[in-house]
């Protein structure tokens, strides 16, 4: 399977644009709680990027690279 082509699709249909995602984004798209992102996000497994005055940002290639990689949700 495309994960990239999976994840954008995901992305269209839920008329979603972005090149950068929030905690609950992620959410939406995987459908795992809020802990498993920020565990995913403090162990590295999931690159996320800090924004001065905005909460956390995860760059869309950074899901698909951690679900292409078959990373287990927990």
Do not use: A, C, F
């Not at 954008?8 to 984004?25: P, Y």
């Not at 924004?51 to 990373?71: A, F, H, K, Y």
């Amino acid at each position: 399977m495309n994960y990239g082509r999976y994840i954008s699709e995901v992305l269209r249909s839920k008329n979603m644009t972005k090149k950068l995602l929030s905690v609950r984004d992620i959410v939406e798209i995987t459908g795992w709680s809020k802990s498993t992102v920020y565990k995913l996000i403090d162990s590295g497994d999931l690159q996320s990027v800090q924004i001065p005055m905005t909460p956390i940002r995860v760059p869309v290639e950074s899901l698909d690279n951690l679900i292409s990689q078959g990373v287990s949700s927990g």
